[in-house]
Nanobody
Framework: QVELEESGGGSVQAGGSLRLSCAAS?????MAWFRQVPGKERERVAT???????NYADSVKGRFTISKDNVVTTLYLQMNSLKIEDTAMYYC?????????????????WGQGTQVTVSS
């Protein structure tokens, strides 16, 4: 069992920055950030594997950075140049054998989410 707890969400103006954190009881092979808005499917934002390999959704490339601290087992998402369309509930997720990063069904462990709201 992997326990995940997100923090760091909030309200920010467009163009601003936020850093999300996810305290994990342990890391799995693939850690990820997803986001979801009401009425839409959960969308993968970024992933990081045990070897440090990262992968990003096209919509956030160059603006968001995923990283992890191996001492305190905390996953981060640095979000810069935020846009109104980045508004969503952001979730931390963990999976063991993920063949398709964007498939949320391959991640059995989820945090409770943290809300990010970007305004004009």
């Amino acid at each position: 069992q992997v326990e995940l707890e997100e923090s760091g969400g909030g309200s920010v103006q467009a163009g601003g920055s936020l850093r999300l954190s996810c305290a994990a009881s342990t890391y799995t092979d693939c850690m990820a950030w997803f986001r979801q808005v009401p009425g839409k499917e959960r969308e993968r934002v970024a992933t990081i594997k045990n070897d440090g390999t990262t992968n990003y959704a096209d919509s956030v490339k160059g603006r968001f950075t995923i990283s992890k601290d191996n001492v305190v087992t905390t996953l981060y998402l640095q979000m810069n140049s935020l846009k109104i369309e980045d508004t969503a509930m952001y979730y931390c997720a963990a999976g063991h054998y993920v063949s398709e990063f964007s498939d949320y069904r391959q991640y059995p462990y989820w945090g409770q989410g943290t809300q990010v709201t970007v305004s004009s």
